[in-house]
């Protein structure tokens, strides 16, 4: 047998010590961080218990996958109840970017350079709907030019929209088109005059990122210019967030925003935290109106 699959049989075959393990070396030990591993491992049972078939027996396998899922269940628990009461997650918590209202994002948001790519970068994920890493490699394209990529932004004399094809959820809602606002149309064009590119976002070769390098390239953008440790993901919070607190939407205005995030209505609502930023964002809006 392969020295992986002998680890991984390990592993599977003892959950109550595997687990012990996980909590001691763990270097971030919360449920969400014990999640993944979790996960992995349910993956392997899933897809490739056959390849123990030889050492355990039926029952042994079903009472293992029972355990796993056991232990599946009783991690995630603490999960699902943060998400019930629209809480972040202990490691979000441990994040200040969760702790950034949707108004704080946009007031710092003004404050920087027209036309860097910074202001850009914020830009695009405040004044449309936010999505997750889905601008990694969005082709620019003039017209009716035949687009190379799942995904591009289109400009016209007048009119810019980005179409998506290429996202996490694409099977569901195939894809998400935005008609761009005109303040995001010139903020796009700033950019562009600044340093012109075929593409919005690129890596330091000038090239398009990969969606892995594109989510590690915004977190240290981010991170620098909010300053605090801030994800792709926290925009999507902080909208739903705000976009509930500030709009009080109808049932059909959160079912057409929630698919310009490539999610469900009810997702929307599971995004919307109840947190000293939410109460920041009440705050504003009173102050506003």
């Known amino acids: 047998m392969p020295m992986h699959f002998q680890s991984v049989t390990h592993i599977i075959m003892l959950p109550e010590l595997s687990m012990n393990a996980l909590h001691t070396h763990l270097k971030t030990n919360t449920p969400s961080t014990r999640h993944m591993y979790i996960v992995a491992i349910l993956s392997f049972i899933k897809h490739h218990l056959t390849h123990l078939s030889h050492c355990i027996t039926t029952e042994i396998a079903t009472s293992l996958r029972e355990k796993w899922n056991a232990i599946h269940t009783h991690n995630e628990a603490p999960i699902v109840q943060l998400r019930l009461e629209n809480k972040p997650t202990v490691l979000q918590q441990a994040k200040g970017g969760s702790q950034l209202s949707f108004q704080q994002i946009m ?51 007048g009119e810019m929209e980005t179409v998506l094809r290429d996202f996490k959820t694409a099977k569901t809602y195939h894809q998400i088109h935005n008609v761009l606002p005109d303040q995001l149309a ?63 939407p109808t049932d059909l205005q959160i079912s057409d925003v929630s698919k310009k995030m490539g999610h469900s209505s009810e997702m929307f609502r599971a995004y919307r935290w109840v947190t000293t930023a939410s109460a920041a964002d009440s705050d504003s809006d009173s102050e506003d109106s």
């Open 186 to 248: 010139q903020e796009i064009l700033a950019s562009l005059q600044e340093s012109p590119r075929e593409y919005l976002f690129v890596n330091a070769h000038g090239k398009p990122h990969t969606r892995n390098s594109f989510t590690l390239w915004t977190r240290r953008i981010l991170t620098r210019v909010l300053q605090t440790d801030f994800t792709l993901v926290f925009f999507r919070h902080a909208f739903a967030t705000h976009y509930v607190t500030h709009h009080n």
């Open 107 to 157: 007031e710092i948001r003004e404050q920087l350079p027209f036309g860097s790519i910074e202001r850009l970068l914020i830009s695009i994920y405040t004044l449309i709907p936010p999505v997750r890493a889905d601008y990694f490699a969005l082709q620019i394209i003039h017209d009716d030019q035949e687009p190379l990529e799942h995904n591009y932004l289109r400009i016209r004399p």
